[in-house]
């Protein structure tokens, strides 16, 4: 399990899963020590808080998948910086975001030859809880990117 967890990067370590019905809810943390804060880009080692997030991701083995991770709240420890307190932040996911990015680009893909309302149905069944609203803001934005 933690070479998958590895795929979707390779700063997670694998902590523990459970299924639960059609759900794999797997728990992760991060391995690096230092994390750059978004403003000033100073790394800091110095851990303010921890809060529980989940995200969805890709399914595994037919199953829908929510990793969850303690993330962490760190100090800038740049006194020129106004910034006091960041959160850590990945490449595979946006900050609010609730699903990785790998997964929207799934969604993205299935949605594209169908109607929103079906591919939502069909997605929810298969891949991952996902409403017709957010189908259409995804489409939406990949047709700006192009
Ligand atoms: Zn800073």
Redesign the pocket.
């Known amino acids: 399990m933690d070479s998958i967890i590895k795929m979707l990067d390779k700063s997670l370590d694998y902590v523990s899963h459970e299924l639960i019905k059609d759900t794999l809810y797997i728990t992760v943390v991060s391995n690096l020590i230092t994390n750059k ?1 978004p ?2 880009s ?1 790394k800091s080692n110095k851990v303010h808080s921890r809060y529980q997030k989940s995200f969805q991701d890709l399914p595994i083995q037919g199953k829908k998948v929510i990793i969850i991770i303690k993330n962490r709240n760190f100090f ?1 420890i ?1 006194k020129e ?1 106004d ?1 006091y307190t ?1 959160s850590e932040e990945f490449s595979f996911i946006d900050p609010k975001a609730k699903k990785t990015r790998r997964l929207i680009d799934e969604i993205v893909r299935v949605s594209l030859n169908q109607s929103s309302l079906s591919a939502a149905r069909y997605l929810s069944e298969t891949t991952a809880k996902v409403k017709k609203s957010s189908i259409c803001n995804y489409l939406k934005k990949n047709n700006k990117n192009r």
Request: charged share 20%.
């Open positions: 804060c403003k000033c100073v800038c740049n910086c910034k960041f």
